[in-house]
């Protein structure tokens, strides 16, 4: 229940109660106070979690540590592919899902410009018309029989004064979720670029693949005729010309199987675009694209706070649910809602603006909650477990963040390891197929002995291009998981005290005006 008192006094009134009345109405007042709702007993549970507590070193133990290691802004513009440069430029300008995320962050600010408007002194005026004809049966002259006109023009308004910055804190929570949005739109731009790099970068991939399976095809066919002559001369029968001809089948299954990777990579790459399958056809096949060292940055897992657009929106939802607890526990205590009206009234337009037509309202309100069954203390309970809540969600994300960092790095070494090794083993078969090519042209060996070597080094060639692909595509998603090149501006040290303590420090970022003095 809550107690409201509006009081319209005629002039000349009394002002306050009759003395038989006054020690009625402070033990009617000493009840109500006594009876108000609080928030006794509620409070959230949880608190921001150190980011020292993710213990990484181990992890990194070998890996170049240096500050240089955050991605840069445009980090894939350090490529120095220009068809790459322009694919990310069209795919941010142009994807359909980017204009989704930007409507969002449109709606999350009138939101917020909403919660601001509801804060402010509300002016308004109005003009209206009636009439009514009453008959003479139902009411008697001179009301009976005749049409009534009324004329009336009002200018009215109405304030809520924020005594305890409830409508502050529900407009700043509006505020926090306007950034968490707009810091969403960010990262959604960082894994459409990300998504692009990935797939331009397969692409490279497949064009690598069909050169080698092209050479693979060639050798294959030069084995068959071979084959071929050896069985019309008698020296081979039919099993070794039927595994030749598996093994040309093989080699073209295998081109066929490359070109429609490349044609479904186009396709994607054109979806990425916002652009129809045509426009990956117009793409040039790319080169394979330079791989930077490993390097990690030095000050994980807490510059992680500032670098990862994921963190950093799950951070600001944690201050809008703070402010929400805030406005939460402003309903707890008395409202004033101050009302006014002024303006014009009469039966015809031209007494309207005579001074008799005149007419003032001044209402005056306050309201106190006594007895609501509950509903505050619930709301204020969801509050608090809506903070918890945040506060875990950033918790998990803060979590989530490291292990996609620590993933890539260990990712990244082992393909180096694995490099290593593949390139001795390919350096190996080089030299195999170097010293069987001398040994052909000596007359000591056969074309079919080079041809066998032959296929080992292709093989050792296929192995060095997939282990590149994948640890292109571990980099790409290091720099992703480090954050893409994001970075966030204002303080960034994550609060440890209870929401209201919050409200009352420095913001997480600078709020759009002073906080103001209680």
Known sequence: MTTAISQTLPKGARSGPSPLLRPLATAVLAVALAGCVSTRGLQPQATLAAPERLQVSNTLAGATLTPAAWPQTDWWKSLGDAQLDALVSQALAGNPSIAAVDARVRMAQAQAGEQDAARKAKIGAQAQYSGLAIPSTLAPPPFGGHYLAAHIWTLGGSYSPDLWGGHR????????????????????????????????????????????????????????????????????????????????????????????????????????????????????????????????????PSGLLARRPDIVAARWRVEAAARGIAAMKAQFYPNINLSVSAGLASNSLTTLFEAPARFAQLGPS?????????????????????????????????????????????????????????????????AGYELATQRYRGGLAGRLDVLAVQQSLLRSDEQIIDLRAQRFAASVQLAQALGGGFHADGELSPPTAAPDTQLARKPFFAPAEPAPAH
């Open 366 to 430: 306050l309201s106190l909650p006594i007895f609501d069954g509950g509903r505050l203390r619930s709301g204020l309970a969801q509050r608090d477990a809506a903070f918890d809540a945040a506060i875990a969600q950033y918790d998990q994300t803060l979590v989530d963040a490291m292990h996609e960092v620590a993933a890539q790095v260990i990712a990244v070494r082992g393909i180096d390891a694995q490099l290593a090794s593949q390139q001795q083993a390919r350096d190996a078969a080089r």
């Open 169 to 300: 804190a529900t407009w700043e929570a509006a505020v926090d979720q306007a950034h968490a949005a707009q810091i969403d739109a960010q990262s959604a731009r960082l894994t459409l670029a990300a998504g692009i790099v990935q797939v331009y970068a397969e692409l490279a991939h497949t064009a690598d693949l069909q050169a080698l399976t092209k050479q693979e095809v060639e050798r294959a066919d030069a084995v068959r005729a071979l084959t071929g002559q050896r069985v019309k001369a008698g020296i081979d029968n039919d099993f070794q010309l039927r595994q030749a001809d598996a093994a040309v089948a093989l080699a073209q299954r295998s081109i066929a199987t490359v070109r429609e990777q490349d044609a479904q990579l186009r396709a994607q790459l054109a979806a990425l675009l916002g652009q129809g399958p045509d426009r990956g056809l117009a793409i040039v096949a790319p080169a394979s694209l330079p791989i930077a060292p490993l390097g990690v940055p030095d000050d994980l």
